[in-house]
């Protein structure tokens, strides 16, 4: 089989998998907040088919997907620049699918999917044609969508004090201060020590077995000096993350996006180290990379499967997807006992008015107990995850 006929097979199977999840999964909370209210570029990107197709969970995430799936080519297309054999670019574009942090980006209606299309681009754009005027119009333009991109100025800002770029370092300074001016900063809290969440955050969103292979080739490129831009825009984030969490919770969300390019320098180093040893000494390195895939498909059939968790969860609001969980199933129970309207709590509340329960005093909904009242229960797998009682409000 041709590479790109592989590479088209798991682009496939992946859109494939994409659509099942979001038939399975509902919209959580802070999905719903960013769609019904525009928040940012992503809350308008989540309207984009929804005035042709109406509003439910395919048109809300699909643009997730478009962005996942160009994300998936850009990522291809960019490690040309670092894995000379296509067959490695292949494999190595299969474990950027497979990382949990990529596939929880490509359907959660959350800046993180957005954030990573748009650093891809712009490397992409960077390698391509060097650093021309359309790479300063670009960052010009990201300075004012989100920010998590005063991460992506910050590291380049490095990047040019390193290169001797003065005036590409006083352009970043420049837009760090429109960024920060128009979305502020999220330093700020009393002081707390998070550092290990910070370091557990990122061993889920990578898996651990990559993520410290990761931080050991961003390392050993350190000391080498071979310090390109996607070292910059992968190691000045991952490191102002941890300093930060010393001192507060920090949201991995906003820097993952830039760490996993440094998958880019992971598996080139990988390749290097593997390439230049005999056949007999490739064991270890032969053992460590079936080890990681291991880790990864493991990570992938559980987010494939993740309903089948609650066999082994004592409290189903333990399990990683919960807030994914419910609300879509408990909207067609309600219409199922001819209930249309309802109060309950207000996320649960935004949920249901996604799925078509609307806003009511004449029902309520609530998980406190009360075995006189009517019993709403959702189960998967006859294993119930959501018990909650309806009272009927009577007006006089």
């Not at 102002?240 to 830039?258: D, G, K, T, W």
């Not at 593997?274 to 559980?302: G, M």
Request: hydrophobic fraction near 50%; charge should be positive.
């Amino acid at each position: 089989m041709k590479k790109s006929y592989l590479l088209f097979l798991i682009i496939a199977i992946d859109i494939f998998v994409l659509f099942y999840q979001t038939y399975i999964l509902s919209l959580s909370y802070s999905e719903v907040y960013i769609f019904y209210g525009y928040h940012g570029i992503v809350g308008l990107w989540s309207h984009l088919f929804t005035p042709f197709f109406g509003v439910n969970d395919f048109t809300v995430r699909l643009p997730m997907v478009i962005l996942h799936i160009a994300s998936v080519i850009l990522f291809y297309k960019i490690s040309k620049y670092y894995i000379k054999k296509e067959f490695h670019r292949v494999l190595v574009t299969l474990i950027f699918i497979l990382l949990p942090g990529v596939m929880s980006s490509a359907i959660l209606v959350n800046n993180a999917g957005f954030v990573l299309f748009a650093v891809l681009f712009f490397l992409y754009i960077y390698k391509k044609f060097g650093n021309s005027y359309f790479v300063y119009f670009l960052l010009g333009i990201y300075a004012f969508l989100d920010n998590s991109f005063s991460y992506l100025f910050l590291s380049l800002l490095f990047f040019a004090f390193y290169n001797k770029d003065y005036e590409f370092l006083f352009f970043n300074i420049v837009l760090i201060g429109i960024n920060l001016f128009i979305f502020g900063s999220d330093i700020g809290g009393y002081p707390t020590g998070h550092f290990l969440d910070a370091l557990g955050v990122y061993a889920a969103v990578f898996s651990p077995l990559i993520f410290i292979y990761l931080f050991y080739s961003l390392y050993r490129e350190f000391i080498t000096k071979k310090l390109d831009i996607v070292w910059f825009i992968a190691t000045i984030p991952l490191l102002f993350s941890l300093f930060l969490s010393l001192r507060q919770r920090v949201h991995i969300e906003y820097y993952a996006p830039f760490v996993i390019l440094g998958l880019f320098i992971a598996a080139r180093v990988f390749i290097a180290s593997y390439s230049v040893r005999l056949p007999v000494y490739r064991k270890n390195y032969k053992f460590l990379f079936l080890i990681a895939i291991t880790f990864l498909c493991l990570h992938f059939f559980l987010i494939l499967f993740n309903k089948e968790l609650y066999r082994f969860i004592d409290n189903p609001k333990h399990h990683f997807a919960y807030h994914n969980h419910i609300a879509k199933e408990l909207a067609k129970e309600l219409k199922r006992k001819n209930i249309e309207c309802i109060q309950t709590d207000y996320k649960m509340q935004l949920r249901l008015e996604f799925y078509g329960i609307a806003f009511c005093r004449k029902y309520k909904l609530s998980e406190k107990v009360d075995e006189n009242k009517e019993t709403v229960t959702i189960s998967y797998d006859s294993i119930p995850i959501y018990k909650a009682y309806v009272t009927k409000i009577n007006k006089q």
